[in-house]
C-alpha cells in the first residue's frame, strides 16, 4: 500500500473512533439575582432602575421589576421619601429628603420578603472652569481635527473621584470605553487640564458634565472594565465580582447606589 493511502486510511479511522470527544460544560443555573443602578445627585433626581439577572442562554432581555418598596433616607434628619415607579424605573418626585453635601443617604429595597439597602455620602460638586475648541493635529490614533479641552481645579483634601460624561449634538457618548473616571490621588489641590478624543466639525456642538463622586464609586467602575476588559489574556486572573455596597438580601445584588454633584458646561464648534 502507498504511502499516501495508508495515512488517508489512518485519518479515516482516527476519525471514525472517538478521537473527538463532546465535552458537556456545566453553566451555574441562574437563581434570579437582583441588578440594581441607583443614583441620587445634587440637582435632587432620584432614579433606580430594579432588574433581575437570567440565565446564560436565555434570550431576551432581563425583567423589570415593578412591585418592588423603593425608599430614599436621609439619615442625619431621618427624612424618608418613596419613590414611584414611572414606566420602567423608580424615580422621586417630591417630598421631604433634600441634597445636602456631606450628609449620607440610605436607599432601601423591599422585594417580597427582601430587604436590601446600601448607604453613601453626597460630595460636593467641582464645576469645570473653562471649556473650549481648539483645531489638534493628528496625534496617534487621532487624526488632525478640532477637539474640546476643559479646565477644572480639584478641591485640596476632599478625597474627591470624578467621572465625564460628554454629548456631541446630544448624543451621549456611553460604551465602556467611553467611561472617563479617576480619582484625585495624583491631582489633590491641582489644577486639571484634560482633552477629549472625540472628533469635531464647524457647527458640533460638545456638553460636558462633570459627576463628583465619592472615591469608592471609581473603584466600582474599575472592577467592572477589568471584568469587561481585562480578562482576555491568557495569564490575566479570572474575572472577580465587582463590589457592590448593597446588602441585606438574600441573594447576591449587583449594582451600586451612587450619590453625585454634577456641573455642566457646553461649547460650539465655531470657524
Not at 456545566?26 to 432614579?47: K, L, M
Request: net charge neutral; aromatic share 12%.
Amino acid at each position: 500500500m502507498s504511502s499516501w493511502k495508508s495515512f488517508l486510511l489512518i485519518a479515516s479511522i482516527a476519525l471514525h473512533t472517538g478521537c473527538l470527544r463532546l465535552i458537556d460544560v456545566d453553566v451555574p443555573a441562574d437563581a434570579g439575582e437582583w441588578v440594581i443602578e441607583a443614583y441620587y445627585n445634587d440637582q435632587d433626581s432620584a432614579v433606580v432602575k430594579l432588574t433581575q439577572t437570567i440565565p446564560y442562554f436565555k434570550e431576551g432581555r432581563p425583567p423589570f421589576i415593578s412591585e418592588a418598596i423603593v425608599t430614599l433616607e436621609e439619615v442625619e434628619t431621618g427624612a424618608v421619601d418613596t419613590l414611584q415607579w414611572r414606566d420602567t424605573v423608580y424615580v422621586r418626585v417630591g417630598g421631604r429628603v433634600v441634597p445636602r453635601v456631606g450628609h449620607t443617604y440610605t436607599l432601601r429595597v423591599r422585594i417580597g420578603e427582601e430587604n436590601i439597602y446600601a448607604t453613601t455620602r453626597m460630595p460636593r460638586a467641582v464645576g469645570v472652569d473653562t471649556l473650549f475648541v481648539l483645531w489638534r493635529p493628528a496625534s496617534g490614533v487621532l487624526p488632525e481635527g478640532y477637539r474640546a479641552i476643559a479646565v477644572a481645579q480639584d478641591p485640596p483634601s476632599e478625597q474627591n473621584a470624578y467621572r465625564a460624561r460628554v454629548w456631541r449634538n446630544d448624543t451621549l457618548f456611553n460604551r465602556a470605553i467611553d467611561w472617563i473616571y479617576s480619582d484625585d490621588r495624583y491631582i489633590d489641590g491641582r489644577p486639571i487640564v484634560f482633552e477629549f478624543p472625540y472628533e469635531l466639525r464647524v457647527g458640533d456642538s460638545l456638553t460636558l458634565e462633570i459627576m463628583t463622586i465619592p472615591v469608592e464609586v471609581a473603584r466600582y467602575y474599575d472592577q467592572v472594565l477589568r471584568n469587561a476588559f481585562g480578562g482576555s489574556g491568557g495569564f490575566s486572573p479570572p474575572p472577580d465580582n465587582a463590589y457592590s455596597n448593597f446588602a441585606g438580601g438574600k441573594r447576591r445584588t449587583w449594582g451600586y447606589f451612587i450619590c453625585y454633584g454634577a456641573r455642566r458646561k457646553g461649547v460650539r464648534v465655531t470657524q
